[in-house]
């Protein structure tokens, strides 16, 4: 397994110290954490110590958001989804937390995703309908709020949670918790195959949440219901465990100088894999 270091656990009010930190992005120095219920983003360093912190404010709105996920495009600044009471939304921020522009969402099932494509001009955001015949998809929008178009509304996506895109090939992955695999788009957003199947053997995922690549496009996704990490190469077929025994691994994010970051939902926790060599 890999070398790791787990810090922070529950609280909702101290400042490094999370309360169900869902996802996470890295920038060349920073890691930015959507740590849900405390309504914030969180910033560290790379090793893991707390830089800062801003509260996920929306204009108009007289409560805070539940940030759900986050996301840096092209000029570096934060593109985070979440919801109120009353209504959810994609909200920019820069990186000191001030509010740029927003958008509304419709109402998703469950948590969602947000990457942005290979450019890092388009915002791609999950959403899951229907209620108890879920419907899912991912969402393309401008930074305008302008939806140019969908993926995935074909194929019977039921539960995308998480999506990444694969910036060697500009192809895009969506995990879909319900269907147990990943889906993977080229560019041009055209079905291409899909990989996993529920179980628990070598290749097999249940309930997968968090994905993201490597540089060498390898794909990691946080295999929720299975307690581990598991590494693809960019045909789907499972290369290795990169993680076993963690309790419930929610989001991954890579680091541009290869270490591996995870949110962890039952124990409050993020940790950062020092290397990418398993058992």
């Known amino acids: 397994m890999a070398e790791h270091q787990p810090w922070s656990r529950r609280c909702n009010e101290v400042r490094g110290q999370f309360h169900y930190p869902l996802g996470v992005t890295v920038s060349q120095e920073e890691i930015f954490v959507a ?26 709105e007289w409560e ?15 593109w985070v989804v979440g919801r109120t009471d009353s209504a959810e939304f994609a909200v920019q921020y820069n990186k000191q937390g001030t509010e740029l522009r927003k958008f509304d969402l419709q109402k998703t099932e469950g948590y969602r995703g947000v990457s942005m494509d290979d450019g890092g001009k388009l915002i791609l955001i999950t959403q899951t309908t229907g209620g108890w015949t879920p419907h899912g998809e991912v969402l393309v929008f401008r930074s305008d709020g302008h939806l140019t178009g969908t993926v995935g509304e074909h194929k019977k996506m039921k539960f995308p949670g998480y999506v990444t895109v694969q910036r060697q090939e500009g192809n895009i992955l969506a995990s879909d918790f319900n269907n147990h695999c990943v889906y993977v788009y080229n560019r041009r957003w055209e079905y291409l195959f899909q990989f996993g199947g529920e179980g628990s053997d070598e290749g097999q995922l249940k309930h997968p949440r968090g994905i993201c690549t490597d540089r060498e496009g390898n794909i990691i996704v946080a295999d929720w219901g299975n307690r581990r990490v598991e590494m693809f190469n960019k045909k789907g077929e499972f290369i290795k465990h990169i993680a076993r025994d963690i309790e419930q691994p929610h989001a991954v994010a890579m680091t541009p100088q290869g270490q591996l970051v995870v949110t962890e939902l039952k124990n409050h926790t993020v940790s950062i894999f020092h290397t990418l060599e398993s058992n």
């Open 35 to 60: 740590d849900c219920l405390n309504k914030r983003i969180q910033v560290f360093t790379l090793n893991g110590t707390h830089v800062r912190q801003f509260p996920t404010n929306v204009s108009g």
């Open 64 to 78: 805070s958001m539940s940030p759900q996920d986050v996301a840096m495009d092209e000029k570096g600044n934060l």
